[in-house]
């Protein structure tokens, strides 16, 4: 199995490095990540600037480039600047789950939607902050969960998020989940100089708190949450009921 392995917090975080070594089990790997941060990035591509591209000494057994650019653009420049043909594309681990309506502004779901796009299978994978190397060792469970219920014959990218604690106290099973709601709430705090500071405060409140099938209820109450994505925008049910009407 040939794999591609981004990020959205950088060639040289921790989770990138560690979801690079555990998925040499599984075949050859390429690392393609940002020179820096790109977290919040979304689904954004540069095509005004050129781009810095390097190869960088890396995992043992792992080739890897760092892109002056964005997660998305790094799955681009993959598949396209590479000329190779992966068959899979694993995005993360992030620093911090990507969770609800939040994760549209996920760099880290964004490189997904963009393999997606290039119409390859992908998985984009969260941990709750400073977890990635406690939640690696859970990657397992997940990629059976995926064999054995030929997950990518139903879709083609997923979004996956580790419980916190886990560390201490495991997880209590792999979960199908769909997209909880409000993971965070916004304000702008000024901070003189007409300049000001916008600040994302985590609420963990959904409003179906009991419910299990979604995302951040699941991943509160023990659970690895396992999300199926689209990358369409079309609201197919307007469509099919003026396609009637027509």
């Not at 199995?1 to 560690?18: E, F, P, Q, S, Y």
């Not at 040499?24 to 990035?41: I, M, R, W, Y």
């Not at 979304?42 to 005004?48: E, K, L, N, R, V």
């Not at 600047?81 to 964004?110: A, H, K, M, Q």
Request: proline share 4%; net charge negative.
């Amino acid at each position: 199995m040939r794999i591609l392995i981004v990020n959205d917090d950088g060639v040289n975080a921790i989770g990138i490095k560690c979801l690079a070594e555990w998925a040499k089990k599984l075949g050859d790997v390429t690392v393609v990540a940002p020179k820096h941060e790109q977290s919040g990035k979304s689904h954004a591509i540069d095509f005004m600037n050129d781009i810095e591209i390097k190869r960088v000494p890396y995992v043992e057994g792992v080739t890897a480039y760092s892109m002056d650019a964005t997660p998305a653009d790094c799955v681009r420049f993959g598949v396209a600047g590479l000329e190779d043909e992966f068959d899979l594309i694993l995005s993360g681990i992030n620093r911090g789950w990507n969770i609800g309506p939040e994760i549209v502004y996920s760099g880290t779901v964004g490189a997904a939607f963009e393999a997606a796009r290039l119409r390859s299978k992908a998985i984009a994978i969260s941990s709750y902050p400073d977890e990635q190397t406690d939640a690696v060792k859970y990657m397992d469970d997940v990629w059976n969960y995926f064999v054995e219920n030929d997950l990518f014959d139903e879709n083609l990218i997923y979004n996956v998020n580790f419980p916190n604690d886990i560390a201490k106290n495991g997880h209590k099973g792999v979960r199908m989940t769909e997209q909880g709601s409000q993971y965070f709430t916004d304000s702008f705090v000024p901070i003189g100089n007409d300049l000001y500071s916008q600040r994302l405060c985590t609420t963990l409140e959904d409003e179906c708190p009991n419910d299990l099938d979604r995302d951040t209820v699941a991943v509160q109450n023990g659970y690895i949450s396992v999300t199926p994505l689209v990358a369409t925008r079309t609201n197919i049910a307007v469509v099919d009921k003026f396609r009637i009407k027509n």
